[in-house]
Nanobody, 120 residues
């Protein structure tokens, strides 16, 4: 089992920034591709960003390109999502996820989620 714990969510004004963190434990973190998903009320969960084992490959949904950056520190067993220029439509519960290999479809593990609210 791989346990994932997110942190860093909160309330921010439009144009502000947040950095989400996801700490992993239980298995070899560096063996997993990692992703960040979000789910807004009444909407389907979507993959916002993903990163490969070695950070050589990254993926972003079009709506966050140029604003969000995913990164990982395998020595700290942590993946990050730096979110800049936040918009009200970024409001959602953000989930960390892990899978043995990209693409990040049907992840093997999920975190519990952290709320991000962007006020207008």
């Amino acid at each position: 089992q791989l346990q994932l714990v997110e942190s860093g969510g909160g309330l921010v004004q439009t144009g502000g920034s947040l950095r989400l963190s996801c700490a992993a434990s239980g298995r070899t973190f560096s063996s997993y591709a990692m992703g960040w998903f979000r789910q807004a009320p009444g909407k389907e969960r979507e993959c916002v960003a993903a990163i490969s084992w070695t950070s050589s490959s990254t993926y972003y949904i079009n709506s966050v390109k140029g604003r969000f950056t995913i990164s990982r520190d395998n020595a700290k067993n942590t993946v990050y999502l730096q979110m800049n220029s936040l918009k009200p439509e970024d409001t959602a519960v953000y989930y960390c996820a892990a899978k043995t290999i990209l693409p990040m479809t049907r992840p093997d593990y999920w975190g519990q989620g952290t709320q991000v609210t962007v006020s207008s």
